[in-house]
């Protein structure tokens, strides 16, 4: 079955970075586009970042672009969000997700930006 187990979240201050990996099995990875979302407290669930099945195409939202960064290593079966300049606005629990014929989700990290 399809799984997808996200990690990296935690405190960082305004200005920091965190890099958040997704570990997926129970598919062909590599066939797959996957996608980083994120939910604010009280917030409807939103895209983050999208990459394609190869690597060579990917979309930001545009509160995140020229500060997130979605790759994947189809080797490892793994997608990262690495995420610079973090804001106290960013702060919120991070999914992944892959859509195989159904939507399947992550349990979500934390990740939460605050002095």
């Known amino acids: 079955q399809v799984q997808l187990v996200e990690s990296g979240g935690g405190l960082v201050q305004p200005g920091g970075s965190l890099r958040l990996s997704c570990a997926a099995s129970g598919f062909t990875f590599s066939s797959y586009a996957m996608s980083w979302y994120r939910q604010a407290p009280g917030k409807e669930r939103e895209l983050v970042a999208v990459?394609?099945?190869?690597?060579?195409?990917?979309n930001y939202a545009d509160s995140v672009k020229g500060r997130f960064t979605i790759s994947r290593d189809n080797a490892k079966n793994t997608v990262y969000l690495q995420m610079n300049s973090l804001k106290p606005e960013d702060t919120a629990v991070y999914y992944c997700?892959?859509?195989?014929?159904?939507?399947?989700w992550g349990q979500g990290t934390q990740v939460t930006v605050s002095s």
């Open positions: 990459i394609s099945s190869g690597g060579l195409s990917t």
């Open positions: 997700k892959v859509v195989k014929y159904l939507v399947y």
